[in-house]
């Protein structure tokens, strides 16, 4: 069954930065598009960004030039490296399989706070 297990969160300060893996398991990683989504306190899930199987990536806005995904297909690893943190990226992010409504993993929760 699809398993996926995201890591790298915690406490950084404004402008700081922090890099999210999710690990694959269960699937075929390499011929699978892959999300990110997260979930702020007290809000709906939000897509963040995905990356397509050549490679191809797209963002939301509120990351546009901050954020970049990506992949290795040999670790079936997905990536999240997350620059200029802002407060109001605070949020449990999540890695999913196929699309933003897709099988996720448990979250690892991101706080951006002085």
């Known amino acids: 069954q699809v398993q996926l297990v995201e890591s790298g969160g915690g406490l950084v300060q404004p402008g700081g930065s922090l890099r999210l893996s999710c690990v694959a398991s269960?699937?075929?990683?390499?011929?699978?598009?892959m999300y990110w989504v997260r979930q702020a306190p007290g809000k709906g899930l939000e897509w963040v960004s995905h990356i397509n199987t050549r490679g191809g990536t797209y963002y939301a806005d509120s990351v546009k030039g901050r954020f970049t995904i990506s992949r290795d297909n040999a670790k079936d690893t997905l990536y999240l490296q997350m620059n200029s943190l802002k407060s109001d990226d605070t949020a449990v992010y999540y890695c999913?399989?196929?699309?933003?409504?897709?099988?996720r993993g448990q979250g690892t929760l991101v706080t951006v706070s002085s």
């Open positions: 999913a399989k196929g699309a933003a409504g897709g099988p």
């Open positions: 269960g699937f075929t990683f390499s011929t699978s598009w």
